[in-house]
Antibody
Framework: QVQLLESGGGVVQPGRSLRLSCAASGFTFSNYGLYWVRQAPGKGLEWVAVLSYDGRTKYYADSVKGRFAISRDNSKNTLYLQMDSLRAEDTAVYYC???????????????WGQGTLVTVSS | DIQMTQSPSTLSASVGDRVTITCRASQSISTWLAWYQQKPGKAPNLLIYKASNLESGVPSRFSGSGSGTEFTLTISRLQPDDFATYYCQQYNTYWTFGQGTKVEIK
């Protein structure tokens, strides 16, 4: 079955960096686009970034543009989120999620990981 | 940016009730809308995509409708497992979620 497992979260000081990973299994990783979505404590969901199946197309939310970078290693079935210049408002549970099909038709999230908590605090 | 507004924010209901949640978009999104259920401490779970398509494995008591700027999620007969928070999400232009509707026990 499809599984997505995030790791790399933790407590980090403002201005520092952190890299999240999302290990995938149960499907042909290189055929699917992937997202990062976050949820601040007690708040709603916010899309963060998306990456196409081949790594060529990526988009970022304005709130993280220029600070976060999404990437993937199809040989390792792993998605990454490099987070630099972290701010207190980046504190959230970060989920990776799968894009079910290419293009706008697949602009939703059919499978999600369990999430990893990032806390930005001095 | 497209804003998504859900109503109500909280809904109190009893087992067996018919429940309707509304989601409005700030501009037309055709039928590029999905619905998710989230329970505390868990990841969201996809219920509906393209406004009215039921995801595989989701009970048929869940249904979605609408197009353009107004959408609804209906639970025909609320079950104990359905008490949760529900989110709509548009994918017409980038991706944005509604603020959520918490369905609680009356």
């Amino acid at each position: 079955q499809v599984q997505l497992l995030e790791s790399g979260g933790g407590v980090v000081q403002p201005g520092r960096s952190l890299r999240l990973s999302c290990a995938a299994s149960g499907f042909t990783f290189s055929n699917y686009g992937l997202y990062w979505v976050r949820q601040a404590p007690g708040k709603g969901l916010e899309w963060v970034a998306v990456l196409s199946y081949d790594g060529r197309t990526k988009y970022y939310a304005d709130s993280v543009k220029g600070r976060f970078a999404i990437s993937r290693d199809n040989s390792k079935n792993t998605l990454y989120l490099q987070m630099d210049s972290l701010r207190a408002e980046d504190t959230a549970v970060y989920y990776c999620a799968r894009k079910p099909v290419a293009g706008r038709e697949g602009g939703y999230f059919d499978y999600w990981g369990q999430g990893t908590l990032v806390t930005v605090s001095s | 940016d497209i804003q998504m507004t859900q109503s109500p924010s909280t809904l109190s209901a009893s087992v067996g009730d018919r429940v309707t949640i509304t989601c409005r978009a700030s501009q037309s999104i055709s039928t590029w809308l999905a619905w998710y259920q989230q329970k505390p401490g868990k990841a969201p779970n996809l219920l509906i995509y393209k406004a009215s398509n039921l995801e595989s494995g989701v009970p048929s008591r869940f249904s979605g409708s609408g197009s353009g700027t107004e959408f609804t999620l209906t639970i025909s007969r609320l079950q104990p497992d359905d008490f949760a928070t529900y989110y709509c999400q548009q994918y017409n232009t980038y991706w944005t979620f509604g603020q959520g509707t918490k369905v609680e026990i009356k």
